[in-house]
């Protein structure tokens, strides 16, 4: 039955504040039946206080052969790191 | 058991209120047995996770109230002595808890009838004036709010589905609608624990029940069976011919090996 369930992909919220993550896919029939499956699956050690989930077909993700256009162009620009300010003493945990 | 001079009537109280608890606990008991069956067998690896945690969750209400059932009961049973170590005739779950899972649909609809009779249940129950019951209750009722979500989702989806799906969980209400007279029938030991604020009253959870039932079933496009006058009497220990082979296979490895430990 469930080669015939569209594919979610599942995002946890571990605590309150925290964002939420992705842990993993399931089957499901519709998106209802997609959160209580998480529940089921990925929540069973109190994992989590919210669940996302999203039809795995309405993600869309770059693509691996457009790596280097995508993301070599950031390696020589270290000065967008923000460690070039002179940090007051004064300023703790920063 | 050490107050001074009871009142007659009162000294009986614990011993009745033990065989009330006992009901609630073997209902749940007997349904989590049932369903951890299915585990390995479920439409769908989801599906499997899911009932197993319906299971759990009921063997685990069925734990509190043994316990507390042993302790009210006074002869030393534990919930270990009570679940594993009673014949048929002491049981008193409810006759429809028994039922055989079927199929997928007969499990759906049988969950959906105990879990809407556990909301007003255990909803009553929260607000016993028995505190421990009722913090057992109030905690039940969390679980089952989840288990009412999983086994009507379920009974919209198979009843409004297809043509075979439809026929399916309606054939099942029809099968096991006989059994729902009992939910809501009080027995002479149901009056009693009412009458002391211990329990709700069945009579007036009964007309939320219905109108839940007519709901869902609408929801569902399925059609209410018509009432059946036998109420059938699993809660005083008379029950189908189902409950002795399901304790058959609960009860082999510690009738077998008493007090086996692994």
New interface residues.
């Given amino acids: ?2 080669e015939d ?1 569209p594919l979610f992909e599942v995002f946890i919220r571990s605590r309150a504040g925290l964002e939420h993550k992705h842990v993993g896919s ?4 519709d998106a ?2 997609a959160i ?2 998480a ?3 990925y929540t ?1 050690r109190q994992e989590g206080v919210s669940i996302w989930v999203v039809r795995s077909v309405d993600i869309r993700a770059s693509d691996p052969e457009e790596a280097e256009a995508l993301f070599e162009p950031a390696r020589d620009k270290v000065y967008r790191h923000p460690t070039f300010y002179a940090i007051p003493e004064e300023v703790k945990n920063l | 058991m050490s107050a001074a001079l009871p009142v007659a009537g009162e000294a009986a109280q614990p011993a009745a209120q033990a065989r009330y608890v006992l009901r609630l606990a073997d209902t749940a008991l007997v349904l989590g047995q049932r369903l951890s069956a299915w585990i390995g067998h479920a ?5 499997d ?2 009932l197993a ?1 319906l299971s759990l969750d009921l063997i685990g209400q069925a734990r509190l109230l043994l316990t507390y059932a042993g302790e009210l009961e006074g002869r030393g049973r534990d919930e270990d002595a009570l679940a594993f170590l009673r014949d048929a005739p002491e049981f008193a779950n409810l006759t429809l808890a028994e039922q055989p899972n079927g199929d997928f649909g007969q499990t759906i609809v049988r969950q959906w009838l105990i879990d809407t009779w556990q909301l007003q249940i255990y909803q009553g129950l929260s607000a016993s004036r028995d505190t421990r019951l009722a913090a057992i209750a109030a905690k039940a009722l969390k679980e089952t709010r ?1 288990h009412y ?2 086994s009507s ?1 379920w009974l919209v ?1 198979l009843g409004d589905g297809t043509d075979e799906s439809h026929a399916r969980v309606q054939r099942a209400l029809d099968e096991l609608w006989r059994f729902t007279t009992e939910l809501f029938t009080p027995d002479e030991l149901d009056e009693r624990m009412s009458a002391a604020g211990i329990a709700p009253a069945l009579a007036q959870l009964a007309p939320g029940w219905s109108a839940r039932i007519d709901q869902d079933l609408a929801t569902a496009t399925l059609r209410r069976p018509a009432a059946q006058p036998y109420p059938w009497h699993g809660k005083c220990g008379v029950h189908s011919e189902h409950l002795g082979h399901l304790l058959g296979e609960m009860q082999h490895l510690q009738r077998t090996y008493p007090a086996a430990q692994w």
């Avoid at chain 2, 439409?43 to 599906?47: C, I, Q, T």
């Fill in positions: 039955m469930s369930w399931l089957h499901a029939a209802r039946m209580e499956h529940r089921d699956v069973r | 439409p769908a690896l989801e599906e996770l899911g945690n989840y979500r999983f989702g989806r």
